[in-house]
């Protein structure tokens, strides 16, 4: 089993930055890759961005110039960095582990999921 927890969100004011991370534990050694993504109210998940053990990262549509994800794996956590935030990224935001990579930026791509953390920006 894989336990995943995200931690960081807030509330910020546009224009402001943002750090999300992600703390995975249990049997993490069969894991190859992790990604985040973000559903706000009344629309669905979308996928931000994945990244596997060696590094290789992958980017959802529109997502790349603001967003950068990075890990850190001797910690086992994820990280999710967001710039020039905009209260269109007001959303709850997931990490999720154990992914397929043809299906990095889809839900059904993942085994394991967080609770989610809030993102709230004002204008």
């Known amino acids: 089993q894989v336990h995943v927890v995200e931690s960081g969100g807030g509330s910020v004011q546009a224009g402001g930055s943002l750090r999300l991370s992600c703390g995975v534990s249990g049997h993490t050694d069969s894991i190859h890759c992790m990604g985040w993504f973000r559903q706000a109210p009344g629309k669905a998940r979308e996928g931000i961005a994945a990244?596997?053990?060696?590094?290789?990262?992958s980017y959802g549509d529109f997502m790349k110039d603001r967003f950068t994800i990075s890990q850190d794996n001797a910690n086992n956590t994820l990280y999710l960095q967001i710039n020039s935030l905009k209260p269109e990224d007001t959303a709850v935001y997931y990490c999720?582990?154990?992914?397929?990579?043809?299906?990095?930026?889809?839900?059904?791509?993942?085994?394991?999921w967080g609770q989610g953390t809030q993102v709230t920006v004002s204008s």
């Open positions: 990244i596997t053990t060696d590094g290789s990262t």
């Open positions: 999720a582990a154990d992914c397929r990579w043809s299906f990095r930026h889809a839900s059904v791509g993942y085994k394991y």
